[in-house]
């Protein structure tokens, strides 16, 4: 077993689940791969594991956040020190790993504290258009969870992120399983747990296959979404999920 | 005896039958059982004398009895749905931490198997 992790969450995805898995060997060959198959109705676990990934399926679709959690708790129930989430459309590239671990083991490594590091699309690298509405409801996230976080953050809904041992732990736990909220939300539970969250800038590329899974004239419903559970969030006590009993 | 005055005795009588026979065949929880149980007695005491409402209403200041049946009520089925919508997402949590577990049970399984 490797030191790192890397979790790819995915629902039928099985035309760009393979090349994700495939580049992700290619550009790292000290990881170990898990496609967590949130009840896919193609052949996402199948092409996944031919690709040379380890598959979790997920018994019925639990949601981006739900098939997250179960990254993490098999992140922390076999010890993995550093757990890397990418997610299986392609939008990713997987040779910009090392630079969120980089950032994610800088100042001395194993830190104490949870650690979190976002590779953050449109922070520099890389040409992709969003529509105006959703860039907008993105920019008003983004500045709420600079001001959380104390740190300058410009894309907090990416879910291509870096974790160290102890946000395992934290997010093993606790990582929210609202739909599409996700990413959100656990940044601000990790700010409230007194997580360090960090961001490096990537590119973003076309998705291999799929649509964006969130169409542009949603943009103010989800930013409304959003808005609530970051309120509830604020007012919210900590850790809802307790873990089961024999986890080790 | 008036036809109102039937029509709710029978309805309570249909209602309390109805949450036995769920009881005795174990459908319905205990712990919801005893609310709606509850809930028969006054029913029935006030469907047989619907003078006593009426001077229970009267005693706490309520010109118009059915008002004060129509609060009581409201009240409480708020709290009921309250309480059930607590419930349903509290099971709902519990579902998905189980179905987080099967997961993760069958992967282990599956390697334990092939290994």
């Excluded at chain 1, 997580?195 to 943009?219: C, D, K, L, N, T």
């Excluded at chain 2, 006054?42 to 009426?54: K, R, T």
Aim: neutral net charge.
């Amino acid at each position: 077993m490797r030191d790192v992790l890397v979790v790819i969450p995915a629902l039928n995805e099985e035309d760009s689940v393979g090349v994700v898995v495939k580049e992700t060997r290619a550009a790292l060959d000290d990881v170990d791969i898990l496609v967590v198959n949130d009840h896919s109705t193609d052949n996402t676990a199948a092409v996944a594991a031919a690709a040379g990934a380890d598959v979790v399926s997920n018994v019925f679709n639990l949601g981006v956040g739900g098939a997250m959690r179960v990254g993490f708790r098999y992140a922390a129930r076999r010890g993995y020190q550093t757990m890397v989430q990418v997610d299986g459309d392609g939008q990713h590239d997987p040779r910009e790993i090392p630079a969120l671990l980089a950032v994610l083991r800088a100042n001395g490594e194993p830190a104490t504290e949870a650690r979190v590091v976002i590779g953050a699309r449109w922070a520099g690298t890389g040409t992709f258009q969003v529509p105006r509405a959703r860039r907008w409801a993105m920019r008003m996230l983004a500045a709420y969870l600079t001001r959380l976080t104390g740190t300058r953050l410009t894309d907090v809904t990416s879910g291509f992120r870096a974790y160290n041992a102890p946000a395992i732990e934290l997010f093993a736990r606790t990582y929210p399983a609202e739909y599409l909220s996700d990413t959100v939300e656990s940044l601000v539970i990790a700010s409230r747990s007194g997580a360090q969250v960090a961001q490096v800038p990537v590119s973003m590329r076309v998705r291999h296959a799929g649509s964006p899974s969130q169409p542009a004239w949603r943009a103010v419903g989800y930013l409304i979404r959003v808005g609530l559970m970051l309120v509830l969030e604020v007012i919210r006590t900590r850790s809802r999920i307790p873990p089961p009993e024999e986890d080790r | 005896m008036s036809g109102v005055h039937i029509t709710a005795l029978v309805a309570c009588v249909v209602t309390v039958s109805v949450i036995i026979e769920l009881l005795r065949r174990r459908q319905l929880r205990d712990k919801y059982a005893s609310v709606w149980l509850i809930v028969c007695v006054p029913m029935i005491v006030f469907a047989v004398d619907p003078n006593l409402f009426n001077r229970l209403a009267h005693s706490l200041g309520v010109i118009n009895p059915p008002d004060l049946l129509t609060v009581v009520a409201a009240l409480f089925l708020l709290i009921v749905c309250v309480y059930l919508s607590w419930e349903v997402g509290r099971l709902e949590n519990k579902t998905r931490v189980l179905a987080e577990e099967v997961a993760l049970l069958r992967k282990e399984l599956e390697e334990a198997t092939t290994a």
